[in-house]
């Protein structure tokens, strides 16, 4: 699947390069999958293949009427060639191939509470300085950590959180 997404998201990123639209077709993309998730009978519409290709064009672009030329030449292409199931990858493959572009990594801080900006920001740094790249990262609350960190970069996982070291030290206690 995903070998075939990208042979229309490519294409749609390389345009969008060179259009300087960059942001613009990411955030319809961004858009495209929000909508998605958000509404059960858009995706039945959309991947039913019943409907009429030229019905799901006309929906989608009053729906997506907003979008960049470019995304919508996108999206009627996907409709024509019955491949709804690149809509559901699109946006986070593009999204990829957008970081790649700007050399930025992306990751994952989880922690129990919050974190505020300045935290975040000197957590960012020193993460920077570790993996050499610049990083792109979300911040996620996970309450079941019960305190500490947890920092997921690439395939790298470093577990700073209060639930795992109790966890290593259940394990320690049992094996001695």
């Not at 690439?154 to 577990?159: A, F, K, R, Y």
């Amino acid at each position: 699947m995903s070998s075939l997404a990208r042979r229309y998201v490519e294409p749609l990123f390389e345009v969008a390069l060179e259009k300087d639209q960059l942001d613009l077709i990411a955030g319809d993309l961004a858009g495209l999958d929000e909508a998605l998730k958000a509404s059960v009978d858009l995706r039945r519409f959309l991947t039913n293949p019943s409907i009429d290709r030229r019905a799901k064009k006309t929906v989608t672009h009053k729906i997506f009427d907003g979008v960049s030329e470019y995304t919508m030449n996108f999206m009627k292409l996907v409709i024509e060639k019955n491949r709804p199931e690149i809509f559901l990858v699109s946006s986070q493959l593009y999204q990829s191939l957008l970081n790649e572009h700007r050399g930025v990594t992306p990751g994952v801080v989880e922690s129990a509470t919050p974190l505020d900006d300045a935290t975040f920001e000197k957590v960012r740094r020193e993460l920077e300085t570790r993996f050499k790249t610049k990083l792109h990262l979300e911040r996620r609350v996970e309450k079941d950590l019960v305190g500490g960190m947890r920092v997921r970069v690439g395939n790298t996982v470093i577990d700073g959180s209060v639930k795992s070291q109790l966890a290593r030290l259940k394990v320690s206690l049992m094996g001695a």
